[in-house]
């Protein structure tokens, strides 16, 4: 796994472990809308492809969801 | 164009709502009330004869030229000590005046060199305008007898000479260096004709006292007694122009006073709203760069980075790298392609930057150093209140009662507005430091900080939050403000929230190692004090939680009701001359200018149809990201434009790593910086003495930048831009930044109003300026948050990843210094070089001790990530278990040893914290020897003539 | 407000179709072609440094200070003697520029006294601007060499001082004495280090000299070489504010430089359109009368002549003169009541005055002093022309080729007009003058008159036709001129006239004693040199056929074709500062502003409604006639503003009887004048230093006059006017003189576009203003005559009643000289007596001789009318039967001898003709010492408090 | 007589003698308009009352022909 796939992870769990007061549910919700408008598309499709199972709770459910949207937009 | 002094009404203006008529030479004048008869004369075009009174200084009354006549009054009052009286009848000319006038003019001339046509001064000097004034045409004394002639000049000060024998011991140096500056490092020793200036303890020079080199005395001399170097070197300037510093965020105005296409000297313009006549070493003195010898003048270009560069052609070296860009988007698409816009250029030179990427690229992967500094700060603040910028103007801390000063250096960083703070200070204004270190703010010549809160580094947020804990738990919230201006239910969630006994001070103190009791004042001093101000720097944003600390701040100043008038907010003192600029201008990969997101389709559409291109709608790459894809190699070509980013950004290893990974790196600089060493391309930039544009800074004040010599290297810096954009094809005809500044005020909301024609007319103006703010916004947020309902945002402390343990027991913490700038590009290539010639390592004494180090001791400086030596300086200034450095020098390259952890929101990288060991070491790395060896190889020139 | 030196550019303004780009100090500036590099560079705002450059000199390329480097050019050339050239590349500022300045300096300071603190020039002189411009900081050589310190000041000037040691010879003071006043008094004697500056021979100091006190060389000199006293004394001045002369007609533009109250001195403004930055002594130096002693400060009244003046308030004043008033005009009428407006007071004061008198009085009984000088003027070209004014700008003499001077004596009268002349003769121009006396043009340093042809006093007319038959007779009329512009059946009416053989140079010749030989040349010359311009003075206006001579020299301008274009035309040199705008203002009895007749009643009825009262539709006395009827006892009451008839107007038994007669004099004015021995109500005048206004000068051009100082006497002349008017039972609420003159535009169509916010902006205009000429007019009758069709008028010569014979063979005849200025109520209060404390008598030495009467004697001088005694000059100036004398001092009162004939048009007196016998005389006569005996009688003050 | 008289006959007959140069009807023409232009009412009423035999010619018709139009459009 390359370095910009663990950093990716980091990212990802970072932010969420800083939303996470909000509750779970907004928590979720942010941490989707903060990648969302933040990643490059790059950055998205590196984590849509990852082993999502690493991350924390709220960092995956939150990935799934943008996944799950993205696929929606898609189709 | 012609040379003028700027007009000195003798005493400082005074405000009042009371108007007061009186008659002055048979003139009548109406002036406010506690307005000086002297500043009355001079406001109708009179002129009192004065040796003692400056319009920037309080009167003092000493020198008994300004007398006049008051009719009905007895005897002769001074003029800067009398307040005019309504129906007050002056005369400032007569007989009886002229001969008292003539009586003390004989005696400060009888005691004065008479060598005015040699002398540095001459034409220039009050001593001389006054002695032509009163129009005394004999001394009786004549020079023989005792005097203070012959006395050594002390040339120790780079930038100043202080010449004894022509100084009048009026006091203007030493009250400049008190009210002005807040140094007070001079002194009158002695009494009447024993009395002599003094910079600090008797044997001290100018240089070896506290003097920290300002120039407000060298300013408030009215002789030649303090005179700058260059002016005794070339003569007296003929011509001035009024422009804006290029070095830090609070944007002061100069004028560059030159001659021929020589600049004589710099000096601070008062009328200037930023710096109000006031300057530091830096702007004021630390311009010799503009013409050192380092600097590139010409366009070089090379195959590879280990050949020597090839001195070419503008036309060649833009062919050369418009056919690289083509290759590399033909072969990867346009997002391989990506740019670094420069917080060092103006307004109109960055938004070309991020013009050329956007829609010459064809890619969004633009981004700025603010990235590195106050990302968190755009972030923090717009969640808030809906802003990415501060709330106030500089002038409004003159109405604060107390100021909370979180993770910044103001006299370092910003020196002007640490003046003006200190002012406020000794006026009587509370303040409380938050800060790792004892910065200087915290005890120094009439200051004290109530409360020093020295908190343990990447600690920020805890201790924001037990401040909130203690203001909503001691019922200290301003309930009718958060009623009325913010959303009540998300207030009572954060209230809830910071109530939880877990954020109180007393259980937080274990991790923050701040006394719970002091923190506990502090907040109640900052709730109940009055107006109360947040001042912060780097030392908030520069974490893991930098976005976090801001919005904390954000809500400290919310829970108060500190927010929406004078005296009080938010204020970010930002970085580099124009990173507030560079953010306003689109330089970040997710919003176009007026940080508006790409995905607002409205926006991008405007966007697309004022330039005639298709823009990409997902955001792109940050730095950090760029260099990740770079080392992928999905991203290859670079345009970095006033940027060292191998030197100010961390790790850099990973930086290195990432730029020789890249197909193309095209560096558009001054000089041949550390970044350079991986380009292959180089373009070389202009100073921003040679061009015309704005700056904008921290308090949103857009600021004209006057060219007052040719660019040296043929184009001004947006010039280049447009001709790189249109060797790829684009099709820009820009001729004067004022036309660039006219396309951002067009798709700009927050922009509407500025033009270059009105800049010149009103001197400056402070975004928004627009429809609903058409004079602009010196406060902001005044009837209501930009966001509409101002958000509290629950902030959880998480502690960073970066732990100290046995093999890294120390946390480094970074900062900079007083005399530097920035990666010292600048600053490095001027005289400032005698007060920092190397960066260093501060370390408590107790901590020196286990490791066998003492005061100049070489140390090795290691981290998880890289190592480095420095010299150690031992000092109490440093809490047990933390040391500090600083960046300036790429000998040392501090940011080897920094880590890529970074803020959670925006990337902004955590140099403020990193586990560290520090050992005795004999010399420099080898990474260092092996760096320095490669920049060598790298920079070095062919010089044959370009095959034109 | 504030004092800065006019800008200098270094040398002349060229002017040239073609433009020249060239880049000096890396920026762009294109300038005419011709301009010289010094110039260009001055005029993008840098300054290259000079010391024998000054833009009002030509280049003279001796002091190497302003070497430049032209890339390209070898060396380094002066940069004041050569001219641009396109593409050129000029650096002002290297450091081998620097170098060799710092050379040259050296020298300079090498040998200057070191005393700039005392020095006079301190902070205005040239050598310390450009020693602080090329910043030498130390001299090699010291200050113990061969030197010309120490030598002696020449302060024999009464208004400036002469201090070699401060003289860097330069030269600009001997190129200002010829180039711009071309007097030629100021040389260099020796050479190299030997020079020095002198003043005429060697013995000579300036008084002594040829110097005629112009102040050309102390506004060039650019030390304190030449310095004026008042600044010696009193120091730099602090402000300046740009005013009008109130000397002579020429309006020369000053710049009134001030200190407090203090005027320090009077400099020429280098923009004024009418001097172009030159001056004459009266102008520059005769101004210390505003604040001299003698002048009264407050209201007087008195009962009757022989009482002493009782100082009384204002209010008492005007109730007392508004009593007075009523009671005459309810028992006598209002036609019993009238006034004299001044030439020396402003356009809207003027006014003012003769709507008191028509509207307020209720009569046309107005009269102005140019019915005295230039009545003739006004009657004359109205009549050939349609406008009673001079044809041309005084800078059209620049393109004259023949200059045809008929009675008058420019370089006394109206220097600084004479000195532009000079210049033009100087270039080449032909000179012919008619006139009695060899005035000093006709043989003077570098100026040679073609012809002079001497007439006998009186005999202007005959001359003139003389001119005209020569013109006819020999075929040298413009008949395609004036077919176009005149009508063609008076021209023949006229041709037929004049080439009578009666009116041929040699049939004429006994009467004008003009050799007929020297008549035809001038004529021929006159005829066929080029543009040919006519200049005339007193001496065609002051004969019994004034108004006849001004139509002749109208028919010769016509017949020629010399009208209408640039470098031609008719002028009038008017005497007193505003005589053209008085007579403009509608000071003469028969008509309204702009020259329109009472009985115009479109024009009347015009007036009545603006001002909302019934004028007089007759036309009122002139001033004659005023003291005739008010010896018949039918006009009872005068309002003198500004004017001395008593001294000035000829006959003056006459004057004094009328004056004696009249129950009410009111002087207005600044001195108990010699009418103020008659006057019962004296009203303290203002200067011009103290009051807004315009005044109007030779060249119809308007121009402001400012305030730079408080009345004195508590009001401006135009407020006292109002308050007169108010007393009497007016409703006037003038607030400042710009609502007058917006009056005189509203009613006045040749003043239409006239505004004092234009003239703030403009400088000047020049009148006609209106839709027509939108921009003024500085010439006249360019597209055709305003009348139509210029007008040939036959003008028969009719020999004057007066005669001599055996009691009075010698013709007596006035002017005025350099020094003094009318009746010397001025003039003779300042240190301008040096050159003139009394009338003299000159007289051919063959006349003085028959009579026993040597250089020295005092005389008695004898007419029909009165006598006096005076002391002669014997000299050839005068004609043998011709004696010439001045009326400037009330001690002689040559008027006492002037007979009270007059013009036939206008009653304009025959000042230059009177019979006289002089003879030997051992004191004043006994007229004199009763007049003297009356006059201090007269002056008495009783000095009580008024009871207020 | 009056002296003034006397100035009032000596200024009539100046500008009739200026004036005829241009023939005797222009002359007197001109004159009399020269008068009625420039002379206040007491200054024509004292030359109407005098004795006009005193006057030249050209003079005397002028003023002969101004006192006719004054009584003319005095009726």
């Known amino acids: 796994m390359s370095s910009t796939q663990e950093k990716l992870r980091r990212m990802a769990d970072q932010i969420a472990t800083n939303l996470q007061a909000r509750g779970h549910e907004e928590a979720v919700a942010a ?3 903060h990648i969302w408008k933040f990643w490059d598309p790059r950055m998205k499709a590196g ?10 709770p709220i960092a995956r459910e939150a990935i799934e969801k943008l996944k799950a949207d993205a696929q929606q937009s898609a189709a | 164009m ?3 002094r700027q007009a000195d009404f003798g005493t400082p203006e005074v405000k009042s709502d009371q108007q007061v008529t009186l008659t002055i030479d048979g003139r009548e004048v109406t002036v406010p009330a506690g307005t000086t008869v002297m500043r009355a004369a001079a406001e109708c075009g009179g002129s009192i004869p004065k040796l003692c009174a400056t319009d920037s200084l309080n009167q003092f009354g000493s020198c008994r030229l300004c007398l006049v006549e008051i009719e009905g009054a007895r005897g002769t009052p001074a003029s800067c000590t009398t307040p005019v009286g309504p129906g007050m009848v002056v005369h400032t000319q007569t007989p009886r005046l002229e001969k008292l006038r003539k009586g003390v003019m004989e005696l400060y001339i009888s005691d004065h060199p008479l060598d005015c046509l040699t002398c540095s001064a001459n034409n220039d000097c009050e001593l001389q305008d006054q002695a032509a004034n009163v129009g005394l045409r004999d001394v009786r004394y004549g020079y023989q007898g005792e005097n203070h002639m012959g006395q050594d000049v002390d040339t120790s000060n780079p930038y100043f000479d202080f010449s004894p024998d022509k100084c009048i011991v009026c006091s203007r140096c030493v009250r400049a260096c008190g009210e002005t500056q807040g140094t007070f490092a001079l002194t009158v020793d002695g009494r009447g004709f024993a009395s002599k200036i003094s910079a600090g303890q008797s044997g001290d020079d100018f240089l070896s006292s506290e003097c920290v080199s300002c120039g407000a005395c060298v300013q408030a001399c009215p002789t030649s007694a303090l005179m700058e170097k260059s002016v005794v070197e070339h003569g007296k300037p003929e011509r001035a122009v009024v422009t804006t510093c290029a070095y830090c965020g609070v944007g002061c105005t100069f004028r560059a006073e030159m001659k021929g296409e020589q600049l004589v000297r710099m000096v601070p313009w008062k009328d200037g709203k930023a710096n109000r006549g006031h300057s530091c070493v830096k702007g004021r003195f630390a311009w010799g760069y503009a013409n050192h010898q380092d600097r590139i003048l010409k366009p070089m270009i090379r195959d590879s980075i280990d050949q020597p560069w090839q001195e070419v052609s503008w036309e060649e070296a833009l062919s050369y790298t418009a056919a690289k860009i083509k290759s590399i988007k033909e072969t990867y698409g346009a997002r391989a392609l990506g740019g670094i816009t420069s917080s ?4 109109e030179e960055t938004f070309l930057v991020q013009k050329l990427i956007r829609g010459g690229f064809g890619s969004n992967n633009v981004d700025t150093c603010a990235r590195v500094c106050h990302s968190p700060t755009g972030f923090g603040l717009s969640q808030a209140f809906g802003t990415s910028a501060g709330t106030q103007d500089f002038d409004s801390v003159m109405d604060a009662d107390v100021i909370l000063l979180i993770g910044a250096n103001p006299t370092d960083g910003h020196p002007v507005f640490a003046s003006r703070m200190k002012r406020r200070l000794r006026q009587g204004a509370k303040l409380i430091v938050i800060d790792p270190r004892r910065i200087d703010l915290v005890r120094s010549p009439h200051i ?5 809160l020295p908190l343990q580094p990447g600690t920020n947020v805890a201790v924001l939050t037990s401040i909130a804990h203690v203001i909503v738990t001691e019922g200290l919230a301003d309930e009718a403000f958060i009623r009325e201006r913010c959303d009540w239910d998300e207030y009572q969630d954060w209230a809830r929230f910071v109530s939880d006994e877990k954020h109180s001070p007393e259980y937080l103190e274990a991790v923050t190692k701040v006394p719970a009791e002091t923190v506990r004042q502090a907040a ?3 709730a109940t004090g009055g107006n109360g101000a947040i001042y912060y720097g780097l030392g908030v944003t520069e974490h893991s939680q930098g976005s976090s600390t801001v919005m904390a701040i954000a809500n400290l100043a919310m829970v108060t009701g500190n927010i929406g008038r004078r005296g009080v907010g938010v204020n970010p003192l930002r970085g580099q001359n124009n990173v507030q600029g560079s953010c306003d201008m689109g330089s970040f990969p997710h919003e176009l200018s ?9 926006t991008r559409q405007m966007f697309e149809k004022d330039w005639g291109v298709s823009l990409d709608p997902e955001p792109g790459l940050r730095i950090p990201n760029m260099l990740d894809a770079a080392v992928d190699g999905t991203f290859r070509a670079i345009y970095i434009q006033g940027e060292d980013i191998l030197q100010s950004d961390p790790d850099t290893h990973h930086v290195a790593a990432g730029l020789a990974a890249m197909d193309l790196v095209i560096v558009h600089d001054l000089f041949l910086n550390e970044t350079a060493n991986y380009a292959t391309v180089f373009l070389p930039g202009s100073t921003f003495l040679e061009k015309d544009g704005t700056f904008t800074n921290a308090e949103r004040r857009i600021q004209p930048v006057r060219k007052v010599m040719e660019p040296a290297n043929g184009y001004a810096d947006w010039e280049i831009t447009q ?17 660039i500044l006219d396309e951002i005020a067009r798709l700009t909301p927050t922009f509407t109003g500025v033009s270059w024609e009105r800049l010149e007319r009103e001197g400056s103006l402070q975004w928004p300026v627009n429809e609903k703010f058409p004079d602009g916004s010196p406060i902001m947020h005044v009837d209501g948050f930009v966001r509409g309902k101002g958000k509290f945002v629950v902030t959880e402390y998480v502690p960073t990843d970066e732990r100290t343990g046995p093999r890294f027991p120390l946390l480094l913490t970074t900062g900079r210094i007083l005399s530097q700038y920035n990666v010292g590009a600048q600053t490095r290539r001027t005289a400032n070089v005698v007060w920092h010639h190397e960066d260093v390592l501060e370390m408590h004494p107790t901590d020196a001790e286990n490791r066998g180090l003492a005061d100049g001791s070489w140390a090795r400086l290691a981290s998880r990530t890289g190592e480095t030596t420095l010299r150690v300086v031992v000092t109490d200034r440093v809490a047990p278990g933390v040391v500090y450095t600083t960046f300036h020098h790429p000998a040392t390259q501090a940011n080897v040893v920094t880590t890529d952890y970074s803020d959670w929101a925006t990337n902004c990288p955590e140099y403020k914290v990193t586990a560290v060991q520090v050992t005795p070491s004999n010399g420099p790395s080898e990474w260092q020897e092996e760096y320095n060896a490669q920049a060598e190889r790298s920079r070095r020139i062919a010089h044959v003539e370009p095959a034109e």
Chains 1, 4 share one sequence.
Do not use: Q
């Open chain 2, 2 to 4: 012609g040379y003028e």
């Open chain 1, 47 to 56: 984590i849509f492809a990852d082993d999502l199972s690493v991350l924390t």
């Open chain 2, 524 to 526: 109640r001093l900052y």
């Open chain 2, 723 to 739: 001709m790189l954009a249109n060797a790829i094809g684009c099709d820009w005809n820009y001729t004067h930044p004022s036309e």
């Open chain 2, 594 to 602: 007026g940080y508006r997101h790409l995905s607002d389709s409205a």
């Open chain 1, 31 to 33: 941490t989707a809308e």
């Open chain 2, 448 to 452: 004290n900080a109530e409360h020093h």
């Open chain 2, 344 to 347: 060092r250029c103006t307004n």
